[in-house]
């Protein structure tokens, strides 16, 4: 019966995404306070750590409280997806070091209990360094492709030719979802 009724959901979420009568727009979904509370929720994870000398194991210490709480006003909750199963589908950018002004953008999904704790989280995609308009419209494909459970490979570096689209993962990143970060293959 479990079976059934997860496909059922999977055929509607499917199906919806397919006659795109859905919303990517967080500001459909979201209030601005909602959007504010979500990236502060996950901030921890796409951020990078506060100093070379914080190690991932600490960064939810309330000591850095300050440090994440403007990283997360400063990200940009670009689409925002609710899946029928509740799982939340999102794309965020931050700023990236740059001469000119760049964003990078983080493509994800996260579960949350009834407590509303993050139980999963996982990031599926991060872009090269765009300028805004260009990340918009990269980032939409990614996403739109992404909550339908479509291939993401065709977009990293190796295969996409000389349009850049997803950094990484990459022949020797991947994103580890046990520890909620992005880690190296050791070299063999």
């Not at 006659?19 to 994870?45: C, G, H, M």
């Not at 989280?121 to 991060?126: G, K, L, M, N, P």
């Not at 939409?140 to 030719?161: A, C, H, M």
Request: with cysteine; aromatic share 14%.
């Amino acid at each position: 019966m479990k079976k059934i009724l997860t496909s059922l959901c999977l055929i509607v979420f499917l199906g919806s995404c397919s006659n795109n009568s859905y919303t990517l727009d967080p500001n459909a979904q979201l209030s601005k306070k909602e959007q504010a509370e979500f990236k502060y929720e996950i901030v921890r994870y796409f951020e990078k750590l506060p100093s070379e000398k914080v190690r991932h194991e600490d960064k939810f210490d309330t000591l850095y409280n300050s440090y994440y709480q403007q990283k997360a006003k400063e990200a940009n909750l670009l689409f925002y997806y609710k899946a029928p199963d509740s799982t939340e589908y999102f794309a965020i950018t931050k700023l990236a070091p740059s001469l000119t002004i760049k964003r990078v953008a983080t493509i994800g999904k996260l579960k949350k209990d009834k407590e509303g704790t993050i139980t999963y989280y996982e990031e599926a995609a991060r872009t090269w360094k765009m300028v805004e308009p260009e990340l918009h419209t990269k980032t939409e494909v990614l996403f739109k492709d992404y909550i339908q459970g479509k291939d993401l490979s065709p977009y990293l570096t190796k295969n996409s030719g000389e349009d850049f689209y997803i950094e990484f993962p990459d022949d020797q990143t991947f994103y580890n979802t046990q520890t909620r970060k992005w880690e190296t293959k050791p070299i063999q």
